[in-house]
Nanobody
Framework: QVHFVESGGGLVQPGGSLRLSCASS????????MGWFRQAPGKQRERVAK???????NYLDSVKGRFSISRDDAKNTVYLQMNSLKPEDTAVYYC????????WGPGTQVTVSS
């Protein structure tokens, strides 16, 4: 049973940056794509970025040009670099396989506030 553990969240001011990490207990090359998702209070979980085994990426329109997803297959880790953060980016961030998610990890809280 695969486990994902997210880390790197925190409190940051608008315009700031954070780098999230997601460690997988299994070889991430065994999955189709890997994605980063987020869920804000009272809202549905949404995918913000995904990356294919070949490194092709796709982003939610609202984060294009600000977020960057990457992967290190040797470390079974996926990253999300988040720049120019906005208050509306506040959410719990999760990683998972995509398009079929497996077990959800605990997530990491990102709060953007002055």
């Amino acid at each position: 049973q695969v486990h994902f553990v997210e880390s790197g969240g925190g409190l940051v001011q608008p315009g700031g940056s954070l780098r999230l990490s997601c460690a997988s207990s299994d070889n991430i090359r065994s999955f189709n794509n890997m994605g980063w998702f987020r869920q804000a209070p009272g809202k549905q979980r949404e995918r913000v970025a995904k990356i294919s085994p070949g490194g092709f990426t796709n982003y939610l329109d609202s984060v294009k040009g600000r977020f960057s997803i990457s992967r290190d297959d040797a470390k079974n880790t996926v990253y999300l670099q988040m720049n120019s953060l906005k208050p509306e980016d506040t959410a719990v961030y999760y990683c998972n396989s995509d398009p079929i998610p497996l077990n959800w990890g605990p997530g990491t809280q990102v709060t953007v506030s002055s």
